[in-house]
């Protein structure tokens, strides 16, 4: 794309956005009585205009019907997370019967352990990548410990920009990556790594916290084993709001692998005989333990319901565009720690900052986006709601500051 540097350049971009209509869909915070540059969505999204009625309506049939709202409510709350699949299985690419929202997403990384992380004397280890995320390093290494295994020798790191092939043997039981790493931004090669790893025999799983909603995802035509994300960032779900998984298509009727069970994962015709066998749902939500939480699920679903409707395809293109634009902005001015390769990288960008006055003048002008020790500033423009202008405000605001 010809870029260019000028505030036409920029009010004819935000003219021409497809996408332009969804901004108004959503809460923008204020600074001073002007919207602020929101650049924070990789780490909370903004509030749809139709998560608050999509609460209220559930607060509504418990008011008026009390019980009866499982199965007499508007969206009967037995049935509400599969309200919630189709569009789900949109986001991340995959079939229905692969995906579930449940639980929180480190829960969701163990249960799925549970499962897929099966470790013998011979094949025990598991690749994280360096510096993931610290509750990735925590599960990964209590999972290794549980199974009484030594993190020290068991865990493999990926240092950064390393190539990950010589890594993976016949030792190596799980390969567990960022989908996008937390800090740097960069896009690993989903597709690849799993290819990879199954050539070796290894069990191949993402965490996509970082990556869905925010990379072109295929989970079920890149055969990836399983994934789990939360839908608070780029999904816009809410302050902890209800995570994501995702069990391949192959394993649906497997009932071999291993899994801690609960009533909401057991056959839907025969939950409420409450019988003593465990007979799982066929899919993902066989992985279900407790009956989720409603008021948790429907902003969620507000929020999947415009990714759906805008769809990830179109969401993807403006990304590319958008953050293109604020790379082609800041070169020469800022060092960036993401790959320079829209391919390798979603929305965010890492700068490395001379100090930290960076980030605080960012936040004087209205900026909200994140401080990382030691000199990281992410700032990630979300196609939904950001536009060329914030982009071209924030780059403004940044080339400006008195070092
Ligand atoms: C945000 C994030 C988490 C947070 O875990 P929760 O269980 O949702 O609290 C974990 N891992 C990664 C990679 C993340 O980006």
Same mark, same amino acid.
Request: aromatic fraction near 12%.
């Given at each position: 794309m010809?870029?260019?540097?000028?505030?036409?350049?920029?009010?004819?971009?935000?003219?021409?956005?497809?996408?332009?209509?969804?901004?108004?869909?959503?809460?923008?915070?204020?600074?001073?009585?002007q919207d602020c540059i929101y650049f924070c969505g990789n780490s909370l999204g903004l509030q749809p205009v139709t998560a608050a009625p999509a609460i209220q309506q559930e607060l509504e049939d418990w008011k008026n019907l009390g019980v009866e709202g499982h199965f007499k409510g508007k969206n009967p709350w037995k049935d509400y997370h599969e309200f919630l699949t189709e569009?789900?299985?949109?986001?991340?690419?995959?079939?229905?019967?692969?995906v579930v929202?449940?639980?929180?997403?480190?829960?969701?990384?163990?249960?799925?352990?549970?499962?897929?992380?099966?470790?013998?004397?011979e094949r025990h280890k598991i690749i994280i990548e360096q510096s993931a995320f610290p509750s990735d390093q925590y599960a990964v290494k209590s999972q290794i410990a549980f199974h009484g295994f030594d993190p020290a020798t068991s865990l493999i790191e990926l240092k950064t920009g390393e190539d990950?092939?010589?890594?993976?043997d016949e030792s190596v039981a799980l390969i567990l990556i960022g989908g996008v790493n937390y800090y740097t931004g960069e896009l690993f090669d989903l597709e690849k790594i799993t290819r990879l790893g199954h050539a070796k025999g290894c069990i191949v799983g993402f965490d996509l916290a970082h990556a869905a909603g925010n990379a072109l995802l295929k989970l079920h035509d890149w055969s990836v084993d399983f994934a789990a994300w939360c839908s608070y960032k780029y999904l816009n779900g809410g302050p902890g709001a209800v995570a994501g998984a995702f069990v391949h298509e192959r394993f649906a009727n497997d009932h071999t692998l291993p899994r801690f069970a609960g009533w909401w994962g057991h056959d839907k015709k025969s939950r409420f005989k409450m019988g003593p066998d465990f007979k799982p749902i066929a899919g993902a939500e066989g992985?279900?333990?407790?009956?989720?939480?409603?008021? #948790?699920? &429907?902003? $969620?679903?507000?929020?999947?319901?415009?990714?759906?409707?805008?769809?990830?395809?179109?969401? /993807? +293109? !403006? =990304?590319?565009?958008?953050?293109?634009?604020?790379?082609?902005?800041?070169? #020469?001015? &800022?060092? $960036?720690?993401?790959?320079?390769?829209?391919?390798?990288?979603?929305?965010?960008?890492?700068? /490395? +900052? !001379? =100090?930290?006055?960076?980030?605080d003048?960012?936040?004087?002008?209205?900026?909200?986006?994140?401080?990382?020790?030691?000199?990281?500033?992410?700032?990630?423009?979300?196609?939904?709601?950001?536009?060329?202008?914030?982009?071209?405000?924030?780059?403004?605001?940044?080339?400006?500051?008195p070092l």
């Amino acid at each position: 794309m010809n870029y260019e540097n000028s505030a036409e350049f920029v009010k004819k971009m935000d003219a021409d956005d497809p996408l332009a209509k969804y901004r108004g869909q959503f809460h923008i915070p204020q600074h001073n009585g002007q919207d602020c540059i929101y650049f924070c969505g990789n780490s909370l999204g903004l509030q749809p205009v139709t998560a608050a009625p999509a609460i209220q309506q559930e607060l509504e049939d418990w008011k008026n019907l009390g019980v009866e709202g499982h199965f007499k409510g508007k969206n009967p709350w037995k049935d509400y997370h599969e309200f919630l699949t189709e569009q789900l299985a949109h986001v991340v690419g995959a079939k229905p019967v692969e995906v579930v929202a449940m639980n929180n997403l480190t829960v969701n990384l163990h249960l799925l352990m549970a499962s897929f992380y099966r470790p013998t004397k011979e094949r025990h280890k598991i690749i994280i990548e360096q510096s993931a995320f610290p509750s990735d390093q925590y599960a990964v290494k209590s999972q290794i410990a549980f199974h009484g295994f030594d993190p020290a020798t068991s865990l493999i790191e990926l240092k950064t920009g390393e190539d990950i092939e010589p890594l993976i043997d016949e030792s190596v039981a799980l390969i567990l990556i960022g989908g996008v790493n937390y800090y740097t931004g960069e896009l690993f090669d989903l597709e690849k790594i799993t290819r990879l790893g199954h050539a070796k025999g290894c069990i191949v799983g993402f965490d996509l916290a970082h990556a869905a909603g925010n990379a072109l995802l295929k989970l079920h035509d890149w055969s990836v084993d399983f994934a789990a994300w939360c839908s608070y960032k780029y999904l816009n779900g809410g302050p902890g709001a209800v995570a994501g998984a995702f069990v391949h298509e192959r394993f649906a009727n497997d009932h071999t692998l291993p899994r801690f069970a609960g009533w909401w994962g057991h056959d839907k015709k025969s939950r409420f005989k409450m019988g003593p066998d465990f007979k799982p749902i066929a899919g993902a939500e066989g992985w279900q333990l407790s009956n989720p939480s409603i008021f #948790g699920l &429907a902003p $969620l679903r507000a929020s999947l319901n415009m990714f759906y409707e805008a769809k990830m395809e179109n969401l /993807r +293109a !403006k =990304s590319e565009a958008l953050t293109g634009y604020l790379a082609f902005l800041l070169a #020469g001015k &800022a060092e $960036l720690m993401t790959p320079a390769d829209p391919a390798r990288r979603g929305c965010q960008l890492s700068i /490395r +900052a !001379k =100090s930290k006055k960076v980030f605080d003048a960012l936040t004087e002008g209205g900026v909200v986006c994140d401080w990382r020790e030691p000199d990281c500033v992410r700032v990630a423009p979300v196609p939904f709601y950001n536009t060329f202008s914030d982009v071209y405000r924030f780059a403004k605001i940044f080339t400006e500051v008195p070092l």
